[in-house]
């Protein structure tokens, strides 16, 4: 069984500042994995660490598509 989920991002608000937020986010993950924490949470916040990095690549992939986007507007 797999999970799928769809990503949207809010209208009128920037990639870059989306991925800052996840970013951070995944920050907060890793320090929480390397400072050590209670064996029955490790598992979820390895988890959690591993969806944020493929939000992560999700939101990287959304901002070249846009930067692309514009590109393609600016040289037609």
């Not at 209208?11 to 050590?36: H, N, Y």
């Not at 916040?45 to 514009?70: P, S």
């Amino acid at each position: 069984m797999s999970l799928q989920t769809k990503v949207s991002t809010p209208t009128g608000v920037p990639g870059e500042v989306l991925s800052r937020a996840i970013a951070i986010k995944l920050q907060d993950t890793a320090d929480d994995l390397l400072r050590g924490m209670d064996p029955a949470k490790y598992l979820g916040a390895v988890e959690r660490y591993r969806v944020l990095q493929e939000l992560m690549q999700v939101m990287e992939d959304y901002i070249a598509e846009q930067a692309k986007g514009e590109k393609e507007l600016d040289d037609a």
